[in-house]
């Protein structure tokens, strides 16, 4: 019985771990340090599928990556408010993928 029970416990650790890595990609193109962020809503929403630890962990893992990063890409503008607004990374770095030229113009001169 317990070690089904440890099985079962790795098994969760492991899809945990996955969950917690899946928010964020970090690379570098060009000699640049870039950071692709496709969600952070863990920030606002409290009823997040995270624990307290996996919060604080992704927390962390973004604001360290954000402190050394010369830009972010991030999905739509949603997100690049809250990258804006929580973690005060400046307008001009961030970067929507997929919009056009006026479109990401708009929510830098916001």
């Not at 997100?79 to 929510?107: L, M, N, T």
């Amino acid at each position: 019985m317990s070690a089904q029970k440890s099985k079962t416990g790795v098994f969760y650790a492991r899809f945990y771990i996955k969950i917690m890595l899946r928010s964020m990609k970090c690379y570098k193109q060009n000699g640049k340090r870039v950071v692709e962020i496709d969600d952070i809503t863990f920030i606002s929403n409290r009823n997040h599928r995270l624990g307290w630890l996996g919060l604080h962990f992704t927390h962390f893992r973004i604001k360290f990556a954000l402190c050394r990063a010369d830009m972010v890409i991030v999905p739509d503008d949603t997100v690049a408010w809250d990258v804006f607004r929580y973690y005060f990374f400046p307008k001009d770095r961030i970067f929507i993928a997929g919009a056009d030229r006026a479109y990401s113009e708009s929510f830098h001169n916001a």
